[in-house]
């Protein structure tokens, strides 16, 4: 039967004719214009990038491969007594396009098993670190500091035909890939457990091996399934996979791009956001005596966070007009295992509460909640309480969307991205007569 790699080639021949024929035929279309607004404005809704790896519509959400959250979790094959599909299934599903059996996506749990082993000189240059760094910061440079194992820059070294430059990429993502569970519980653990590392279990797949090693019970092993799906990719325009296919652009490898991802991701507009939440829901709970606050004093809450000049974390998105899918999807873990926490119940009640009134407040474009407004709830419930550490899983998370983008980038021999700056006088000139 034919492996992941083999149905990937295939996949990647069929799809290069489709990018000649456009560029060659129809390179010239007209597809979008740009208003000064978006110059100046980050490039908002601007349509100037490519992925068929994830689409994310403004009202309803990211969908995988064409699929949407529920979609996905109830196509792909689970782990044995879980609700979850396996992490290495869905990654041969956002890499193919294509619903593995329960067998492939069984063979692909082996290969990052034969993959996991991280080399030694990760743990040393992570101890020599000082323990007070930030976990990001951390992962960043131990992903960096691999960079000697790419085989795509050993390969582009030696003189590698460009058709061929996809294989060494996929390599090095699958080898990246299955090494971050490992890395993310070394980090945790080194920092938050005494330097007590977990070895991993050869026999587990990856959410289960990433609860093992972190020293979690179950159902932690489901979290961590559910966990870096959801985080996986929500197109490409977003700051940790913008960064990653950026980087990737220059024939910059998989570790280097990689780690220009996570410090990406490590801003508190983008996947800082989790802790954030946690401690903004915390302090919430401290205020109000903690207990649950009635619905009147949260209101008040709510509005002084935001007559302060700061916003409500975990609302609002760039793009998305509605609730955060990946959003309703934890809370629907919430439901079943969280249903007493008390700070699951207030994450409910900011729900009720807030999007009413970030919608009087005016101002923010999407009232309603993303991704990071329950799930630092979800792993504090389970201990990890260490709010610092939360942006590292959506980094392993992240990381799973993105790479499968730069190895199909590499793939279709997208170019080296350049986008064109002007100046403010030349922005000035362009209104004259308006
Ligand atoms: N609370 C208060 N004000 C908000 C707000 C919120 N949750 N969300 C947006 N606004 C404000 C903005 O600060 C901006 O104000 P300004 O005009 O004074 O600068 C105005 O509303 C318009 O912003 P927008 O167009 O709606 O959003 P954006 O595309 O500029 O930014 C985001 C999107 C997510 C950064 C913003 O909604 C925000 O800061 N949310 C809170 C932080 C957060 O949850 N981040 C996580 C995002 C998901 C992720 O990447 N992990």
Redesign the pocket.
Known sequence: MAGLKDILHKKILEQRPRVKRLLQEHGDVLFDQVTIGQVI??A?GIKCLVTDISHLDPEEGVRFRGRTIPETFAALPKAPGSCYPYVEGFWYYLLTGEVPTERQALDVVADFQRRQQIPEYVFDALRAMPRDLHPMAMLSAAVVAMQGESVFARRYNEGMNKMDYWEPMYEDACDLLARLPGIAAFIYRLKYRDDSPISADPDLDMGGNFAHMMGIEAPYDDVARMYFILHSD?ESG???AHTTRLVASALADAYYSFSAGVNG?SG???????Q??LRWIQGVMKKLGGKLPSEAELTDFLWD??NSG??????????LRKT?PRFSAQMTFCEKHLADDPMFQLVQMIYRV?PKI?ME?G?????WP????QSGVIQWHFGVTEYDFYTVL?AVGRAIGVLANITWDRALGYPLERPKSVTLDMLEEATKGR
């Open positions: 404005g980050g908002r929500h977003n700051v940790s991701l508190p507009l983008h996947g800082l956001a989790n954030e939440v966070t935001l700061q916003v409500i974390p975990g609302y609002g998105h760039a793009v955060d807030a970030l407040h101002k923010a474009r999407n009232p993303n991704v990071d407004a959506f």
